[in-house]
């Protein structure tokens, strides 16, 4: 019932920058937690980043520093800056989306974006 829309993803080369938005299609002060996920090729996916409709963010300890997450609550949107890109961040990129149907979280609602690839160049 909650579309997510990525957007932002394609090629750069290495120690580039690039920002990654993902649309919801709903209010996203309503969505507990968002976040950003990346899947390279051959391997499972993982967390980049998160942050809470409080504003509290989480990120990968190898990423922080060089990416940001962020969002702008009157476009439904959020979005990951990623800066000094490595060829290693090549993967495609899913938005994530958690509504707790209880108040601690102990149970939710998982939404996800189809993706976006990023690919760096060495």
């Known amino acids: 019932q909650v579309q997510l829309v990525e957007s932002g993803g394609g090629l750069v080369q290495a120690g580039g920058s690039l920002r990654l938005s993902c649309a919801a299609s709903r209010s996203i002060v309503s969505l507990n937690v968002m976040g950003w996920y990346r899947q390279a090729p051959g391997k499972q996916r993982e967390l980049v980043a998160t942050?809470?409709?409080?504003?509290?963010?989480t990120y990968a300890d190898s990423l922080k520093g060089r990416f940001v997450i962020s969002r702008d609550n009157a476009k439904n949107t959020v979005y990951l800056q990623m800066n000094s890109l490595k060829p290693e961040d090549t993967a495609v990129y899913y938005c994530?989306?958690?509504?707790?149907?209880?108040?601690?979280?102990?149970?939710?609602?998982?939404?996800w974006g189809k993706g976006t690839l990023v690919t760096v160049s060495s």
């Open positions: 942050i809470t409709s409080g504003g509290a963010t």
């Open positions: 994530n989306a958690r509504l707790f149907l209880r108040p601690d979280g102990s149970s939710d609602i998982t939404y």
